[in-house]
């Protein structure tokens, strides 16, 4: 992980987390009013160690996973477009876009709920990503998601940011700089027949 505050502090919070289940484990001995609560928090903090395993993991990735920013972006704009929670949406993206077991994008996600897969597919018409650079220059990024259940009235959303050079993905620099192409424009497969 990088080496900023944030990196530093989720660290820190995984090690009291750890720390805390520990001490849970090591007093097998406890109170009869509060066992309940005791093997419940066990359970909580496991969960919570696994989702901090899976930030630091997002934080770890290559530059080339552009995919899993491109899914977050997606998930935080469909939170108040469709009324999704954008966790939810993240991990169906990322199920619905084909993305492997245990590849850095996908080391310990949650499996997606189908509710929430079957809203993306009937709701999403179409995802596009541009990169429009010249190669070592800094580019830009476009987003785009057509949406509507109501084919007759799509919508469309457009994300729009700058992006260095090298955090373009390996691919499509290597199509700018081949083929001399300022922009190149890609769909998410959405895991649509």
């Given at each position: 992980?990088?080496?900023?505050?944030?990196?530093?502090?989720?660290?820190?919070?995984?090690?009291?987390?750890?720390?805390?289940?520990?001490?849970?484990?090591?007093?097998?001995?406890?109170?009869?009013?509060?066992?309940?609560?005791?093997?419940?928090?066990?359970?909580?903090?496991?969960?919570?160690?696994?989702?901090?395993?899976?930030?630091?993991?997002?934080?770890?990735?290559?530059?080339?996973?552009?995919?899993?920013?491109?899914?977050?972006?997606?998930?935080?704009?469909?939170?108040?477009?469709?009324?999704?929670?954008?966790?939810?949406?993240?991990?169906?993206l990322v199920e619905m876009c084909?993305?492997?077991?245990?590849?850095?994008?996908?080391?310990?996600?949650?499996?997606?709920?189908?509710?929430?897969?079957?809203?993306?597919?009937?709701?999403?018409?179409?995802?596009?990503?541009?990169?429009?650079?010249?190669?070592?220059?800094?580019?830009?990024?476009?987003?785009?998601?057509?949406?509507?259940?109501?084919?007759?009235?799509?919508?469309?959303?457009?994300?729009?940011?700058?992006?260095?050079?090298?955090?373009?993905?390996?691919?499509?620099?290597?199509?700018?700089?081949?083929?001399?192409?300022?922009?190149?424009?890609?769909?998410?497969?959405?895991?649509?027949?």
């Amino acid at each position: 992980m990088p080496d900023t505050t944030a990196g530093k502090s989720l660290r820190s919070a995984r090690d009291m987390i750890e720390k805390a289940l520990r001490e849970m484990t090591d007093k097998a001995v406890l109170p009869k009013p509060g066992a309940d609560r005791g093997v419940v928090g066990k359970i909580a903090l496991r969960h919570i160690l696994k989702m901090i395993d899976v930030v630091i993991a997002a934080l770890e990735a290559p530059p080339e996973s552009d995919s899993i920013v491109v899914y977050g972006i997606l998930a935080e704009e469909c939170e108040p477009v469709l009324g999704l929670s954008a966790s939810d949406v993240f991990s169906a993206l990322v199920e619905m876009c084909g993305e492997p077991h245990g590849s850095s994008i996908r080391p310990e996600l949650p499996r997606a709920k189908q509710a929430v897969i079957d809203t993306l597919r009937r709701e999403i018409v179409a995802v596009t990503v541009e990169y429009r650079a010249r190669p070592g220059e800094t580019g830009v990024r476009v987003i785009e998601m057509l949406y509507g259940a109501d084919r007759q009235k799509v919508r469309r959303k457009r994300i729009k940011q700058e992006i260095d050079w090298g955090d373009i993905p390996e691919d499509v620099r290597a199509r700018i700089i081949r083929d001399g192409d300022e922009g190149v424009t890609l769909s998410l497969p959405l895991g649509r027949v």
